[in-house]
Nanobody
Framework: QVHLVESGGGLVQPGGSLRLSCAASGNIFDFTFMGWYRQAPGKQRELVAIAFRGGMTNHADSVKGRFTISRQNKNTVHLRMDSLKPEDTAVYFC?????????WGQGTQVTVSS
């Protein structure tokens, strides 16, 4: 069993910053990648950013230049979010995949509002 636990969400004003973290525990087998998705009310879940085992990263066009994903180690991933906009408001989910499965965290709420 693998558990992903997110932290760092909250309420922030437009233009502000937040840092999300995701830590994996349990029967961990080397993750091929770890990433972040988000889901706003009434919308489909969408990919925000992904960090591959070899170090390569990819960010959605909507967050490029504002968000940065980083892997601290093979079990932990962070998402630095700057210049936040109201449209970034969503529940953010951590995701990790390896040869044994696809794993999701419970989600953390990010609200951008004045």
């Amino acid at each position: 069993q693998v558990h992903l636990v997110e932290s760092g969400g909250g309420l922030v004003q437009p233009g502000g910053s937040l840092r999300l973290s995701c830590a994996a525990s349990g029967n961990i087998f080397d993750f091929t990648f770890m990433g972040w998705y988000r889901q706003a009310p009434g919308k489909q879940r969408e990919l925000v950013a992904i960090a591959f085992r070899g170090g390569m990263t990819n960010h959605a066009d909507s967050v490029k230049g504002r968000f940065t994903i980083s892997r601290q180690n093979k079990n932990t991933v962070h998402l630095r979010m700057d210049s936040l906009k109201p449209e970034d408001t969503a529940v953010y989910f951590c995701n990790a995949q390896n040869a044994r499965g696809d794993y999701w965290g419970q989600g953390t709420q990010v609200t951008v509002s004045s």
